[in-house]
């Protein structure tokens, strides 16, 4: 059984910082590429960035890039999430998942909030 476990979130003031983590489990994790998505109230899910299997290699989204790193460990297997320099518009519940999508079911995401 797929899972895949959200952590790290939390309230954070404009301009700090945050490090997301994703444990996957139920498949062999070091064969898939990994994103991370954001849905923010009122929106649609969208694509945060991503990463491929090996980890040499990201895209963002061009609302986070050069702010927002991604990385993984594949023994652990985890992917991760460095925000910085966050912004109130960051604001959302992060999630992660395969990229591209699978049929594997999301997690319950991990709630980012922004805000003085």
């Known amino acids: 059984q797929v899972q895949l476990v959200e952590s790290g979130g939390g309230l954070v003031q404009p301009g700090g910082s945050l490090r997301l983590s994703c444990a996957a489990s139920?498949?062999?994790?070091?064969?898939?590429?990994m994103g991370w998505y954001r849905q923010a109230p009122g929106k649609q899910r969208e694509l945060v960035g991503s990463?491929?299997?090996?980890?040499?290699?990201?895209n963002y989204a061009d609302s986070v890039k050069g702010r927002f790193t991604i990385s993984r460990d594949n023994a652990k297997p985890t992917v991760y999430l460095q925000m910085d320099s966050l912004k109130p518009e960051d604001t959302a519940v992060y999630y992660c998942n395969t990229y591209p999508l699978n049929r594997y079911d999301w997690g319950q995401g991990t709630q980012v909030t922004v805000s003085s």
């Open positions: 139920g498949f062999i994790f070091r064969r898939f590429g």
């Open positions: 990463i491929t299997s090996g980890g040499a290699s990201t």
